[in-house]
C-alpha cells in the first residue's frame, strides 16, 4: 500500500524557518517525481515545488522561490522541503503527493494527509 | 505561467443530477490535465488524468473531456458521495497550477 506521512508543521515566527519531511512506503521511491501543494486554511490548493526521482532537477513555484528548498533522500525515501524566510502568507496545510507513473509529465495520484504551517507572532 | 480557470465556482444540484464543470487553460495543453476531488478535512483525491483517464475506482459516472485550452468534467448522475470541492491541474509546464475549484454542493 503506498503510503505518504508529512511531518515538521508548527507554529514559527514571520522571518523563521521550518524543515517538512514527507516518508514514503509501497512503492520504489527512488524511481518517483515527488511533489509538494499548500492548502491555506479555507482557500484553494496551490503548487509549490516538485523534485525528480533522482533529485537532480527541482522546480519551484514563484512564491517560494528563493526561500524554499526541496530536497530528497532515496536512502530513506523521504522527501525534504526546507521553509526559511516564512511569512504569515505561507501558513497552510502542506502536503506531499508522489506523481502516477515514471515519464516526464504526471498527475499526482497518491497524496499524505498533509502537516500544518503556521506562521504568526 | 499558465493560468487555470474553473467555472463555476460554486454549483447547487440534486441527487440523479448531471453536472459540468470546466477549466479554461490561457494556454495550450495539450491533454497534461487533471480533475481532484477534496472533501472537507480530506487529501485530494486523483479522479481524472490525461484530460480524459478514469483513475482506477472511480465512478463510471465520471467523465473528462477536452483538449488544448478548454475541458470538461462531467458527472452523468450525482450521487451523495460526490458533493465535495472539484480542482482542474494543468502539468505540461512548471510552475503546475490548478484551477481556484468548484465546490457542489446540495440543493
Known amino acids: 500500500e503506498v503510503q505518504l506521512v508529512e511531518s515538521g508543521g508548527g507554529l514559527v515566527q514571520p522571518g523563521g524557518s521550518l524543515r517538512l519531511s514527507c516518508a514514503a512506503s509501497g512503492f520504489t521511491f527512488s524511481s518517483y517525481v515527488i511533489s509538494w501543494v499548500r492548502q491555506a486554511p479555507g482557500k484553494g490548493l496551490e503548487w509549490v515545488s516538485i523534485i525528480s526521482a533522482s533529485g537532480g532537477s527541482r522546480f519551484y513555484a514563484d512564491s517560494v522561490k528563493g526561500r524554499f528548498t526541496i530536497s530528497r533522500d532515496n536512502s530513506k525515501n523521504t522527501v525534504f522541503l526546507q521553509m526559511n524566510s516564512l511569512r504569515v502568507e505561507d501558513t497552510a496545510l502542506y502536503y506531499c503527493?508522489?506523481?502516477?507513473?515514471?515519464?516526464?509529465?504526471?498527475?499526482?495520484?497518491?497524496w499524505g494527509q498533509g502537516t500544518l504551517a503556521t506562521v504568526s507572532s | 505561467d499558465i493560468q487555470m480557470t474553473q467555472s463555476p465556482s460554486a454549483l447547487s444540484a440534486s441527487v440523479g443530477d448531471r453536472v459540468t464543470i470546466t477549466c479554461r487553460a490561457s494556454q495550450s495543453i495539450g491533454r497534461r490535465l487533471a480533475w481532484y476531488q477534496q472533501k472537507p478535512g480530506q487529501a485530494p483525491k486523483l479522479l481524472v488524468h490525461e484530460a480524459s483517464t478514469l483513475e482506477s475506482g472511480v465512478p463510471s459516472t465520471f467523465s473528462g473531456s477536452g483538449s488544448g485550452t478548454e475541458f470538461t468534467l462531467t458527472i452523468s448522475s450525482l450521487q451523495p458521495d460526490d458533493f465535495s470541492t472539484y480542482y482542474c491541474?494543468?502539468?505540461?509546464?512548471?510552475?503546475?497550477?490548478f484551477g481556484q475549484g468548484t465546490k457542489l454542493e446540495i440543493k
Open positions: 503527493a508522489k506523481r502516477i507513473d515514471t515519464s516526464d509529465f504526471g498527475a499526482l495520484d497518491y
Open positions: 491541474q494543468q502539468y505540461t509546464n512548471y510552475p503546475y497550477t
